[in-house]
């Protein structure tokens, strides 16, 4: 039997060993997409104990919660911080197969120095036993990104977004670690919202154009592009339905804006049509800044309307999509493609079941301006766990380029996070290992250690055309 998680966990042949601890483990992190605040980054922020640090905001660990049982109360609700950590002690011991189990107990190892299992006979241990290490002045949230070997984080940034974090972490030289913004217009995009007219009048006001047409619009998120790519923005990231191909005169979209700016409620194909006019157009500038394009998509949101009353959105109540047209996602980058403004890509779909379609979508586009310039996005969400991360793998080398992938990513909000990427590490390790054991693949170190390096981190690198902070 194999140790619990020990310092081969998952790692299933010699191969996999010498793969991981000779060439991945201490790769440096670039995580270019995650939702860390820049302003909890620049504050260094500190954390009275675990719950604080690991269950405030945190949708997976809430939805696992609610999954076995636990009252509302010990999950977002009023009970004291170590009650809520007690219910998560007692949901976790019995976690078996769930992905959470075994980011917990990496963050547990990583961080604290705590290799044991967590489960309501050991809760009151490791609540002390980390208590007592959070009151070290180093387990703030910069020292906590520190110790991950994190060289570039991009946080997710709102166009009308001041971006003055970034620019005091960016002249702090204290801090090593590179901070960047990263561009996310889904308020603009999404003239369905009730929401959608405050934005865009909020929106006038920051970028100083009046925003009362398309034209306008257009012209006022082009100065906003202006602004973040002076603080060293490199990408943008869309939380998409899906990818709308809808083309439709100028004067239509014109219209259509108008209308709906003026209080009118639009119909669906009205609503796609914008949609696709202005994404088109974003990728047009993405294409001229040299900016990659992250399209998220695949998801239906908000399932429990009366949840999402109480709590809002991102409290985890949002499923997989099964509606992710191949033919508009294809279309769409055709459309860009015509027009000679396809931007560096990089799809991620919410269904598993997307895989191949998104790998053989990527090949048609492909061309010597970057290697693998459209990308598979790596296993997102609900898809981040051991078989998700190991389908995606398999399915892009099956049908793509894996040596030139991107790699992985956090997506998330927690600044304890980043042991995923030593446990997609460890993944691509044993996939690799597997292969070469097989006969799959001839056993040179070599070229399989510059493979995994790069997967890690140097392919992020060169794709996203990263400056790291000079210090």
């Known amino acids: 039997m194999k140790a619990f998680m020990d310092e081969n966990f998952l790692l299933s042949t010699e191969t996999a060993q010498k793969l991981f601890h000779n060439y991945a483990k201490d790769c440096p992190i670039i995580d270019y997409h995650c939702h860390l605040s820049p302003k909890e980054i620049w504050e260094d922020v500190h954390f009275e104990n675990l719950t604080q640090v690991w269950l405030g905001g945190d949708h997976y660990k809430w939805r696992l919660m609610r999954c076995a049982g636990v009252d509302e109360k010990y ?197 796609a049509k914008f949609k696709f006019a202005f994404l088109f157009f974003l990728c047009g500038e993405y294409t001229v800044r040299d900016w990659t394009s992250q399209l998220h998509y695949g998801c239906r949101r908000d399932n429990n309307l009366t949840m999402f009353a109480k709590m809002g959105p991102d409290t985890g109540f949002d499923c997989i999509n099964n509606y992710t047209p191949a033919d508009q996602t294809a279309a769409f980058l055709g459309a860009c493609e015509r027009a000679g403004h396809l931007p560096r890509t990089i799809l991620y779909s919410l269904n598993p079941a997307d895989n191949e379609m998104i790998d053989t979508i990527c090949g048609c586009f492909q061309s010597s301006e970057a290697v693998s310039k459209i990308q598979h996005g790596s296993a997102w969400w609900f898809n981040d766990h051991f078989q998700g991360m190991t389908d995606q793998l398999t399915s892009l080398a099956n049908l793509g380029y894996l040596a030139g992938f991107v790699g992985m990513l956090t997506d998330s909000r927690s600044f304890l996070s980043y042991p995923r990427h030593e446990y997609f590490r460890r993944i691509l390790c044993r996939l690799l290992g597997e292969w070469v054991e097989d006969g799959r693949y001839p056993d040179d170190e070599a070229l399989l250690g510059e493979i995994v390096r790069d997967i890690c981190c140097g392919n992020a690198r060169r794709y996203f055309r990263f400056e790291e902070k000079k210090i």
């Open 75 to 271: 999950i977002t609700g009023n009970a004291t911080d170590f009650e809520k950590f007690q219910a998560w002690c007692r949901v976790l011991g019995k976690a078996i197969g769930n992905p959470l189990y075994h980011w917990s107990h990496l963050e547990l190892q990583r961080f604290f120095g705590w290799n044991g299992a967590l489960s309501e006979k050991t809760c009151e241990e490791v609540w002390n036993h980390v208590n007592a290490k959070l009151q070290d002045p180093s387990f703030s949230a910069r020292g906590l990104i520190e110790r991950s070997n994190v060289a570039i984080v991009c946080t997710t940034d709102d166009p009308v977004d001041s971006l003055e974090y970034h620019e005091k972490l960016a002249a702090d030289k204290s801090f090593s670690v590179t901070v960047l913004p990263a561009w996310r217009p889904d308020k603009a995009t999404n003239i369905e919202k009730d929401t959608w007219a405050d934005y865009i009048a909020q929106l006038s006001k920051v970028s100083g154009v009046e925003v009362t047409s398309f034209d306008a619009l257009k012209k006022a998120i082009s100065v906003r592009m202006d602004f973040f790519a002076a603080h060293g923005c490199r990408l943008s990231d869309h939380g998409l339905n899906y990818v709308v191909y809808a083309p439709a005169s100028d004067e239509e979209v014109e219209a259509i804006f108008v209308k709906r700016l003026a209080g009118g409620k639009l119909t669906d194909e009205e609503v």
